[in-house]
């Protein structure tokens, strides 16, 4: 599925504990925008354990399922809670894995904007979630997602702020890429 045409598609992104779910949500009910979760987050939740390597291909398959279904709903703008390069970036970063499959199917479903979310909020320890992580692995993080995102071509817009003002800089990046 090429999903680069109509709706137009923001990704909220960026390492762990950076504000994307509650920015994503606070976006989408200023926008009347649907927006699709974060399949990595769910996964943690409802299996009620950490994410091993063999579940990348479930995930994956799953982010896109949650990606598709916000797209189908034939709105003019869809928000994301991550997608497939989050994917890539995390197997790269904790298990080595290359992801290429992942990776491939990245590209195609690439979005017309990404908010890059910084690493300027304060860390906080979330069991299952971000038990393997630390404050230190954000930069790293940080690093992989600016990179890979500007190897493929991705328009990105980084977003800082805390709370009011992070909101605010996101809604400025999103007004000059998508005005209505």
């Known amino acids: 599925m090429n999903t680069r045409s109509a709706p137009y598609r923001v990704v909220i992104t960026g390492s762990e504990c950076t504000g994307k779910s509650a920015l994503v949500r606070a976006l989408s009910a200023e926008r009347l925008a649907p927006y699709s ?67 491939a199917s990245a590209r195609d479903r690439r979005a017309h904007l990404y908010l890059l979310c910084d690493t300027d909020l304060p860390w906080q320890n979330e069991p299952l979630q971000r038990s393997k992580s630390s404050s230190q692995d954000r930069a790293a993080l940080s690093a992989a997602f600016r990179i890979l995102l500007k190897e493929e071509g991705c328009c990105v817009e980084v977003v800082r702020g805390i709370g009011a003002s992070r909101l605010a800089n996101a809604r400025a990046a999103l007004k000059r890429h998508y005005p209505n």
Request: cysteine-free; charged content about 25%; hydrophobic content about 50%.
């Open 37 to 103: 979760d974060e399949a990595a987050r769910l996964f943690v939740t409802e299996n009620g354990r950490e994410i091993v390597e063999p579940d990348l291909a479930v995930i994956a398959a799953h982010q896109r399922a949650l990606e598709d279904a916000v797209i189908e709903m034939g709105t003019v703008l869809v928000l994301h809670d991550t997608d497939l390069f989050s994917t890539v970036i995390y197997a790269r970063h904790y298990f080595g894995n290359k992801a290429t499959g992942v990776l």
